[in-house]
C-alpha cells in the first residue's frame, strides 16, 4: 500500500490547521476533542460549516459588527440565539460568496451546517462554558427522499460499449477517447464489478492488486484497509489497462499511482466524476449517472442476485445496514410482493390458475337462497 492516503491526512491536516486560524480561538479545544472519534476530512468540513456561519455571525448580527470570527469571544458566542441560527439556515439557501460567486444550498446541506453548529453547542455547553445550547431548539430541515436512480443491466451494457468504441461522443472527444478508452474502461468495470467508492478507486496503486487472488487493497472512509475481490470481467479491464499503463510514463512521486491522468500523474476525484458523466449522458441521457449511481447499481445488482442485504453492506463498507436497507427498500418491495404469490391456501379459491378451466361454468340463474345466518343478540 503506498503513502497516498497517508499524503491525503497529511494535507488535509494542514488544511485544517490553517481554517482553525480563521476560526474564534477557543474553537481549538472543541476540534481537539473530537478528534480521536473522527477522520481529519470529518472535522475539516465541519470546520468549513463552522466558518460559514462565523462569517454570517460577524457580517449579518448586530451584536458582531466590526468583529472577525477569529475575534469572537466565549462570550459572544454564548449570546447567540436560536432565531440567529434559523436566520443563518435561510440565508445559506442562497447567497453570494466571499468570492462573489452565487451559491445555494439544498436542504441536505444545510442539515449538515445545522449538525455542525450543533456539535459545536453540545461541546461548550456540556463542558459548562456556556449557559444555552440555542442549536438544540433549531428544526433540522424537512429532508425529502430521493429517488435512487440506478443504471437497468441494458444501460450498463451501453455504458461499456460506448466506453470501448466511443460511439455518440462528440469529435473532440473522440480526440481523446484512443488514448484514455483502456483506463476509461477499467474504472467504469471497477465501479460496476466491485461497488467501491470514487475516493478509494483513485487512492488505488498498482501493487494494491493482486491477479494471483483477483483481489485489491482499499483505503475505506476512517482509513480502515480491506481486500475486495473482483470478477472475470473487472480482471480482463485491469490486465487490458495495465498493458498499456505499463508503457506510460509518470510525474515524480506518482510511479505507482494505477490510474492515471492525461497529464501524467494520479487521477483526480474531478476527473473520473466527469469521465462517468461524459459516456452516461450518451448511454442515458435522461440519468444524471455518477460514480455514486454506478455503486447504487452495483449493490442492486449484488442484492438482487443474492438478496442477502448484510452481504451487501459488508462489501460496499456500509457501517450500518440501515444505511443499505434506505437505498434498496424499493427492491425489498418488490420482493415482498413476490412473496405475496407464493403461498396459496386454497387452490380452487385462485382465478385464473392455468390448471383451471379458462372458461368457468356461468352462476345458475336461479341460485339458492344463502343460509340464514342466526346472529347473537
Not at 427498500?329 to 418488490?334: F, K, N, R, S, V
Amino acid at each position: 500500500m503506498s503513502d497516498y492516503p497517508l499524503q491525503k491526512k497529511k494535507d488535509y491536516t494542514q488544511k485544517l490547521r490553517t481554517m482553525l486560524q480563521e476560526l474564534p480561538k477557543f474553537a481549538g479545544s472543541y476540534f481537539r476533542a473530537m478528534e480521536p472519534q473522527t477522520s481529519v476530512l470529518t472535522r475539516y468540513g465541519y470546520a468549513v460549516d463552522l466558518r460559514n456561519f462565523f462569517r454570517f455571525c460577524v457580517e449579518e448580527l448586530p451584536n458582531f459588527q466590526g468583529k472577525s470570527p477569529a475575534d469572537l469571544t466565549l462570550a459572544d458566542f454564548g449570546s447567540i440565539t436560536a432565531m440567529d441560527i434559523e436566520v443563518f439556515l435561510e440565508h445559506v439557501s442562497l447567497y453570494t460568496g466571499s468570492d462573489q460567486r452565487e451559491r445555494e444550498n439544498n436542504e441536505r446541506a444545510k442539515a449538515r451546517k445545522l449538525s455542525a453548529i450543533r456539535s459545536f453547542f453540545k461541546y461548550y455547553h456540556k463542558q459548562q462554558l456556556i449557559e444555552n445550547n440555542p442549536a438544540a431548539l433549531v428544526d433540522t430541515p424537512k429532508l425529502h427522499e430521493k429517488a435512487i436512480i440506478r443504471l437497468e443491466a441494458n444501460e450498463v451494457a451501453d455504458l461499456l460499449d460506448i466506453a470501448e468504441g466511443g460511439k455518440g461522443l462528440s469529435e473532440r472527444e473522440k480526440l481523446y477517447h484512443q488514448a484514455t478508452k483502456l483506463r476509461d474502461v477499467a474504472i467504469l468495470t471497477l465501479f460496476l464489478g466491485t461497488g467501491i467508492r470514487i475516493s478509494e478507486l483513485v487512492g488505488i496503486d498498482i501493487d494494491d492488486v493482486d491477479f494471483a487472488s483477483d483481489a485489491f487493497l482499499v483505503t475505506r472512509k476512517g482509513g480502515n484497509q480491506e481486500v475486495l475481490s473482483f470478477g472475470p470481467e473487472v480482471r480482463q479491464a485491469l490486465i487490458a489497462y495495465l498493458e498499456k499503463r505499463e508503457t506510460m510514463e509518470t510525474l515524480p512521486g506518482h510511479e505507482q499511482a494505477l490510474f492515471l491522468s492525461m497529464q501524467r500523474k494520479r487521477i483526480g476525484v474531478r476527473a473520473v466524476e466527469n469521465l462517468v458523466k461524459k459516456y452516461a449522458q450518451v448511454a442515458t441521457p435522461l440519468k444524471k449517472i455518477t460514480p455514486h449511481k454506478l455503486r447504487s447499481t452495483y449493490g442492486t445488482m449484488l442484492y438482487q442476485e443474492s438478496g442477502d442485504i448484510y452481504l451487501v453492506a459488508d462489501v460496499l463498507g456500509h457501517k450500518d445496514v440501515n444505511t443499505t436497507r434506505k437505498h434498496y427498500a424499493a427492491i425489498e418491495t418488490e420482493r415482498r410482493r413476490q412473496a405475496a404469490k407464493y403461498i396459496t391456501l386454497r387452490e380452487d379459491t385462485i382465478p385464473n390458475r392455468p390448471d383451471l378451466p379458462s372458461n368457468p361454468p356461468a352462476p345458475d340463474s336461479n341460485p339458492s337462497p344463502a343460509p340464514e345466518v342466526h346472529r347473537p343478540e
